[in-house]
């Protein structure tokens, strides 16, 4: 039978440790700790950015680091690293993921230890056929001046890589930054193919191994780090699809228990792992939206971010109504659902996170009484839809005030999409000018605030702002930044 993901993770941990002296180190919360620069821990290596300054306090345990291993709860969500908008629609992305990771600090080892600890690894420990991986090395960027990274091509030559399966690419892909400032390098990734024997591979990054050389100051520049480091990370869930045999991550133990929960306790139609066009009503877009959003709201309050106004706590609201969202409106859930779902992913994941374990009953209190929330607001919403609608003639369009109102945070904060989604079903049509000069005038505010905002890498609200000044509607499902859309 195939691996437990709690064996695939077990088994990482023990290969560095009992095999190559890696000193085992826990995860980090997932809200950074007096880093600025991020919104969620998103990478393993943020709990070890000062060792790559260089300014780690010598008398901390952290100073004698030279080689460890660990598992990272990692979020992104808004930043720099934002999947939110790939949730859903795709079978490998997350907005929570487990980063498994090993680090090798200041020249413990490089790029030929490194990769063949990871080539050991996948092919020999979790028995991966060879000619199903792919690797990717830093082709150079001849605008900034950084060179190809041949010697990392030759190593994984040597490692019995044929030529064709080793590529090149430029900085978008192989060159890893943690944010808009920090430490960063070339990098080279471990990909599986999916597909297999047949003619064009269907490629999925498994494994991304960073040479850390760089940091990116808050002028754009690169400086060199007074040392160099291996820094890796590999997403847990994708390895264990491979290991099962599937080709999403939602096929897998990790979430499978929350999908069957989901369809008993909300009596929509089974699982069927559709995605796109072939998704019709969108059911299974759902099911994965949901199974993904409670982990993440889970294992975010059981680090003390809950959802609020601003910064991660903002991000976390979202996808809060998200969730709410798709479970009432597509899966037809009854109120009180989500927080019925906390107890599973304290099962599957309490055991490594025990703070999970601790908090579960203030996860799923804050959970249930945020939804209750959000769907009074909606309740709410409506009424004062049907009160204005009363008051308009037969030709009338929808007053934009109202609609701007409804929007606004201080009152209901129902998304501009989901207010005219609502109109639509009333069959109203939105006076979609006003509305138009309305989030003109936001915008302008907004841009004049926006340098604040960015530091907190939002740069998602300006953005949606900025689209409905161009389009002078409201943005729909398809303005991919949008956070709302369903
Ligand atoms: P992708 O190109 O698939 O978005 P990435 O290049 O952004 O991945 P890295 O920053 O290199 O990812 O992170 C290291 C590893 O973490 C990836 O190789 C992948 O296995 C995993 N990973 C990254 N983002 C996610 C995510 N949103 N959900 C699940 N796993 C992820
Ligand atoms: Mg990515
Ligand atoms: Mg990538
Ligand atoms: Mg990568």
Redesign the pocket.
């Given at each position: 039978p195939p691996a437990k993901a709690a064996a695939v993770r077990n088994a990482f941990l023990s290969f560095f440790r009992d095999r190559h002296s890696h000193r085992l180190v826990p995860s980090a919360s997932v809200r950074p700790r007096g880093d600025p620069s991020l919104l969620f821990v998103?990478?393993g290596m943020n709990q070890f950015k000062p060792i790559f300054l260089g300014t780690v306090d010598p008398r901390s345990e952290m100073a004698g680091f030279r080689r460890v291993a660990n598992s990272q709860k990692?979020v992104?969500a808004g930043g720099r690293?934002n999947?939110l908008e790939?949730?859903g629609r795709d079978l490998?992305?997350?907005?929570?993921?487990?980063?498994l990771g090993n680090w090798a600090f200041g020249g413990e080892y490089f790029k030929e230890e490194a990769c063949s600890m990871a080539w050991e690894l996948l092919t020999q420990v979790y028995g991966i056929p060879e000619d199903r991986l792919w690797v990717s090395y830093f082709g150079g960027d001849p605008k900034t001046g950084l060179e190809p990274d041949l010697e990392c091509r030759d190593i994984w030559l040597s490692l019995g890589v044929p030529a064709r399966r080793v590529l090149s690419f430029g900085l978008e892909?192989n060159f890893?930054e943690m944010g808009v400032t920090g430490p960063c390098g070339p990098?080279t990734?471990?990909h599986y193919d999916l597909a297999g024997g047949v003619e064009a591979p269907q490629l999925?990054?498994?494994?991304?191994l960073?040479f850390m050389q760089h940091n990116r100051e808050a002028d754009g520049s690169l400086q060199p780090l007074p040392q160099r480091h291996v820094d890796?990370?590999?997403?847990?869930?994708?390895?264990v699809a491979v290991l099962q045999g599937r080709h999403s991550?939602y096929d897998t133990d990790l979430f499978s228990p929350l999908l069957d929960a989901i369809h008993q306790g909300c009596g929509a139609p089974p699982y069927l792992g559709r995605v796109g066009a072939a998704d019709k009503g969108r059911t299974d877009t759902a099911y994965r939206v949901v199974a993904d959003h409670i982990r993440t709201l889970s294992v975010c309050i059981a680090d003390g971010v809950s959802p609020g106004m601003s910064g991660a706590p903002l991000v976390l609201r979202q996808i809060l109504r998200r969730a709410v969202r798709f479970s009432t409106e597509v899966l037809r859930a009854p109120p009180g659902f989500l927080g019925s779902l906390v107890p599973i992913v304290v099962e599957t994941l309490g055991d490594t996170y025990p703070e999970l374990q601790k908090n579960s009953t203030q996860i799923v209190n804050l959970v249930s009484e945020d939804e209750a929330a959000f769907l009074s607001s909606l309740e709410r919403g409506r009424r004062i839809i049907d009160r204005t609608l009363k008051r308009l003639g037969p030709t009338d369009m929808f007053p934009a005030e109202v609609a701007w109102s409804l929007s606004m945070s201080g009152n209901l904060g129902l998304p501009l999409d989901l207010v005219e989604l609502m109109l639509e079903e009333k069959g109203v049509q939105l006076d979609s000018a006003g509305l138009a000069r309305l989030a003109q005038e936001e915008a302008q505010h907004q841009v004049q605030q926006a340098e604040p905002v960015r530091e907190h890498g939002l740069q998602l609200d300006i953005h949606a702002l900025g689209e409905l000044q161009r389009r002078g509607v409201p943005p729909t499902d398809d303005s991919p930044k949008y956070n709302y859309s369903l």
């Open positions: 998103n990478a990692c992104r690293h999947d790939d949730v490998s992305h997350h907005t929570f993921f487990e980063m892909e890893w990098c990734e471990i999925v990054e498994l494994w991304n960073v890796t990370g590999m997403g847990l869930e994708r390895l991550t």
